[in-house]
């Protein structure tokens, strides 16, 4: 599932209904003073967050929103109805700026609903302008203008599980072996160009586009992906068997790939470096199995959790998977 993680849109909250000019009329009598009714306030404009990370997508061709306009004013000095709210729904981690004004509204929890653009009140009808001295008014105003402005939404996962590597390391593979996400598979760089989902058990993860040297200066594909891993509660490193070149064309270690990639976590933020991290080698099958035990316990001196996968072996898929799902739900 190819996710929307950025959207500006334009929001309007409703214009208050005009007043009127309106008589009351009687057979008993010819004339008996203004009942002209106030119009009707706007809807307002809230945000409201949903455990729906996709849902972005539904407004990528319709980016205008309107709340309704209150109506205008009755006779019989009836006030005109209320326009009705609007609810933008973004997804839960979504932060959103006001692009006119600058402020920021964090929708951190589902059901959490954030007032961003008021209605405006409608306007008066003749029956308030009556007064001693002016019987018969033939005075009303217009509805005011509701507010209006341009966002941007920039969502930041809350994965249970953020998958980091370099380019190629088997994150997507990985995603499709143990979900049923989608992501796309090939043997270049970046084949990933915006995260995936997918969910193992009762747990989201988020495969985050791969990570390369000077990522957290904006080098690649940058800070547009660390941010998302940011939010997540955990994450899973991949280092795979297959060769990896640094900037200079020279072969690097397996221990060099996971430095590195650590590297860029914790200069994008100090958090990431406190993070729950689970390691996986990747691409057994393209190495002997002495070489698999010899970097594995490299690893495990780390002291964190270490397992390997090949996606050509069923088995080691099925253990890789239920080693993480325990390892989830005893951090849990």
Do not use: C
């Amino acid at each position: 599932m190819a996710l929307v993680d950025e959207l500006k849109i334009y929001a309007k909250a409703g214009d208050g209904g005009d007043g009127v000019v309106r008589w009351l009329r009687e057979k008993s009598k010819p004339w008996s003073g203004p009942a002209g009714g106030n119009g009707g306030k706007g809807g307002d404009v809230y945000l409201k967050g949903v455990r729906d990370a996709s849902i972005l997508a539904d407004y990528v061709h319709d980016t205008n929103f309107k709340a309704e306009n209150g109506e205008a004013g009755a006779k019989n000095s009836r006030e005109g109805a209320n326009g009705e709210d609007l609810y933008i729904k973004v997804p839960v981690g979504s932060l959103v700026t006001n692009l006119d004004t600058g402020e920021q509204y964090d929708v951190d929890e589902d059901g959490k609903e954030i007032l961003i653009l008021k209605g405006a009140r409608g306007g008066l009808g003749n029956e308030h302008f009556k007064s001693s001295t002016n019987t018969t008014p033939y005075e009303s105003t217009p509805g005011k203008h509701g507010q209006d402005g341009n966002f941007f939404i920039e969502l930041r996962l809350f994965a249970d599980l953020g998958l980091v590597g370099y380019p190629n390391a088997g994150k997507s593979t990985f995603l499709n072996s143990v979900t049923n996400a989608k992501s796309k598979i090939g043997a270049y760089p970046f084949t990933t160009l915006d995260p995936h989902l997918g969910v193992l058990e009762e747990f989201v993860i988020a495969d985050i586009p791969g990570i390369i040297e000077g990522a957290s200066e904006g080098k690649g594909l940058g800070l547009k992906f660390l941010k998302h891993i940011k939010r997540t509660k955990a994450i899973l490193h991949l280092v795979s068997f297959d060769r990896t070149d640094d900037e200079n064309g020279q072969e690097m270690s397996m221990m060099e790939k996971y430095k590195n990639i650590r590297k860029e976590l914790e200069g994008y933020d100090e958090e990431l470096g406190e993070k729950d991290e689970i390691i996986l080698l990747t691409k057994t099958d393209t190495v002997d199995e002495k070489t698999v035990k010899e970097e594995k316990k490299k690893f495990e001196k780390l002291k964190k959790p270490v397992l390997v996968m090949s996606a050509y072996d069923d088995e080691s898929v099925k253990n890789a998977k239920d080693e993480i799902v325990k390892i989830l739900r005893n951090r849990k």
